[in-house]
């Protein structure tokens, strides 16, 4: 089982919908829950960073992390054009090194 | 706040040459940066870890002594890519990270070797 699962998608929705994207994880270990949108041709931009199960709130963003379930979820509430790019999850175990292991990246599609 | 630089943004050289990719934390020390490759449509791959002023770490598959870091200060890494072959075109995207905390990426470097 890989460390971090993430459907690629591709992930098509119409302009204003509520978009869902999901990670799972293997190891009880990790402690910090990233999430990072990638335009293409660009390097990741972070969007979200959080280290404890629960809901944080950015925006139009929601990071949800569930640790018991090992799973870790983003919501786009009124989804736009712009928002289409690919959404990396990542997730770390902490320490002075911070190494993150990323999931495949999910490919939206938000259609005008 | 957290800005990565990467340069240059494109390269296209041809086989058999050196490359070399900086990468500069612009308003933060960077303690680690990482080196990550990226081909079409897959995920980050994680070439190296640095440290200032430490040898990197590589991880598993990934050549040394083709693959060149060097992290002399707290804002700056290079990698060079030494003697370079097509199949090391790709896309190459630095990070840099403050005491362990998030990784903030740069731009990213898109190599073509003909």
């Known amino acids: 089982q890989k460390e971090v699962e993430q459907d690629p998608g591709p992930l098509s929705v119409p302009e204003g919908a509520i978009v869902s994207l999901n990670c799972t994880y293997s190891?009880?270990?990790?402690?910090?829950f990233m999430w990072y949108r990638q335009y293409s041709r660009k390097g990741p931009e972070l969007l979200m960073y959080?280290?404890?199960?629960g809901n944080k709130e950015d925006g139009r963003f929601t990071a949800q992390v569930d640790k018991s379930s090992k799973y870790i979820s983003l919501f786009i509430r009124d989804s736009q054009p712009s928002d289409s790019a690919t959404y990396l999850c990542?997730?770390?175990?902490?320490?002075?090194?911070?190494?993150?292991?990323f999931g495949k990246g999910t490919k939206l599609s938000v259609k005008p | 706040g957290a800005v990565v630089s990467q340069h240059p943004s494109w390269v296209i050289c041809k086989s058999g040459t050196s490359v070399k990719i900086e990468c500069r934390s612009l308003?933060?020390?960077?303690?680690?940066m990482f080196w990550y490759r990226q081909f079409p449509k897959q995920s980050l791959m994680l070439m190296a870890t640095?440290?200032?002023?430490?040898?990197?770490?590589?991880e598993q598959g990934v050549e040394k002594d083709k693959f060149l870091i060097n992290h002399a200060s707290l804002t700056l890494s290079t990698l060079t890519v030494t003697s370079a072959h097509p199949e090391d075109s790709s896309f190459y995207i630095c990070?840099?990270?403050?005491?362990?905390?998030?990784?903030?990426f740069g731009p990213g470097t898109r190599l073509l070797v003909l």
């Open positions: 990070s840099a990270s403050q005491r362990g905390e998030t990784q903030y």
């Open positions: 990542a997730i770390g175990t902490g320490g002075s090194q911070g190494n993150l292991i």
């Open positions: 959080t280290y404890s199960s």
């Open positions: 308003d933060f020390q960077a303690t680690t």
């Open positions: 640095s440290n200032e002023g430490s040898k990197a770490t590589y």
């Open positions: 190891n009880s270990a990790f402690q910090y």
